[in-house]
């Protein structure tokens, strides 16, 4: 069975968006800043899924293109889905996607639909996305997400794109996981044009 990770662009200051996101901002003010890497290279990097096409650095694009050879599947949550006004119908990894949510949207469910729709908490949607993505990970998206996914001890693994600059305010990535550690360990480091990528395994007692 594959992992469960986390894979997100966060400011110096822990934002993975500006303040003020929604529909007509998705990365809030200032949260484009987040993804300058995508455009500081000369290596062409298709995101899967969708016609988009970035300028990276050649370690970067390496790196991405690893996460897209083992990605499986990937489970987001219902404001980031709205916000992202449901990537149009093509999520951005090209995969089967799991969003969390308290109610269905009906004009989002229909035949061949990338998306499926979990009442039943987030623990029921990895358990979903697990079973359809078999030997590959899951990539789980957005902060609430991402942080319940840390409480529940479903998250193994944490990859930080480190971007030196500090927002200020906005969406923080790492919040409400309670006053107990949570170690980690340092697993990859690599040093790209505009951004440091991260890796780390989520350490948990057996």
Not at 155 to 184: C, K, M, W
């Amino acid at each position: 069975m594959g992992k469960v990770s986390v894979g997100l662009s966060m400011s110096l200051d822990g934002f993975i968006a500006g303040p003020n996101d929604g529909p007509d901002s998705p990365l809030g003010d200032g949260g484009e800043r987040l993804f300058a890497w995508y455009s500081a290279g000369d290596t062409d990097y298709e995101m899967p899924g969708t016609e988009m096409v970035f300028r990276i650095s050649p370690q970067s694009a390496e790196l991405l293109r690893e996460v897209d050879r083992t990605m499986g599947a990937f489970v987001t949550g219902r404001r980031t889905f709205d916000i992202a006004n449901g990537w149009g119908g093509r999520p951005p990894l090209g995969v089967p996607t799991f969003v969390v949510t308290h109610t269905v949207p009906q004009e989002w469910v229909y035949e061949g639909s990338p998306f499926t729709f979990v009442t039943e908490g987030v623990e029921d949607a990895v358990e979903q996305a697990r079973a359809v993505a078999g030997e590959k990970d899951v990539a789980v998206g957005a902060a609430s997400i991402a942080q319940q996914c840390i409480r529940a001890g479903l998250l193994d693994e944490v990859h930080i794109n480190l971007v030196p600059v500090l927002l200020g305010g906005g969406v923080r990535l790492f919040e409400h996981l309670g006053i107990t550690p949570i170690e980690l360990e340092s697993t990859r480091v690599v040093e790209a044009p505009g951004v440091t990528h991260l890796g780390f395994k989520v350490l948990r007692e057996d």
